[in-house]
């Protein structure tokens, strides 16, 4: 079992930066897919960014460019830094984790709130 707790969010205006941590615990994350995810009010949780056990990372239409998703496996964590955030970005951030081989993820976060005002 892997257990996941997000931080860092909060509010920031139009433009302004975030950094979203989540760290892990039960075991280690080192072998294991990352992602990111938001849901807004009212819409679908959609993807956000993943990184691989490799370092490959993959991202949202909608935020390339602008986040960055990283791991570090000595400390069991990933981070998300959020660079010139839009109204659009207001959202519950989820943090989870699959096996290589899964198709799914099993393991998600609480998640933790982003408010991005104009």
């Known amino acids: 079992q892997v257990q996941l707790v997000e931080s860092g969010g909060g509010l920031v205006q139009a433009g302004g930066s975030l950094r979203l941590s989540c760290a892990a615990s039960?075991?280690?994350?080192?072998?294991?897919?990352m992602g990111w995810f938001c849901q807004a009010p009212g819409k679908q949780r959609e993807l956000v960014a993943t990184?691989?056990?490799?370092?490959?990372?993959n991202y949202g239409d909608s935020v390339k460019g602008r986040f960055t998703i990283s791991r570090d496996n000595a400390k069991n964590t990933v981070a998300l830094q959020m660079n010139s955030l839009e109204p659009e970005d207001t959202a519950v951030y989820y943090c989870?984790?699959?096996?290589?081989?899964?198709?799914?993820?099993?393991?998600w976060g609480q998640g933790t709130q982003v408010t991005v005002s104009s």
């Open positions: 989870a984790a699959r096996a290589k081989w899964a198709t799914a993820y099993e393991y």
């Open positions: 039960g075991r280690t994350i080192s072998s294991s897919t």
């Open positions: 990184i691989t056990s490799g370092g490959t990372t």
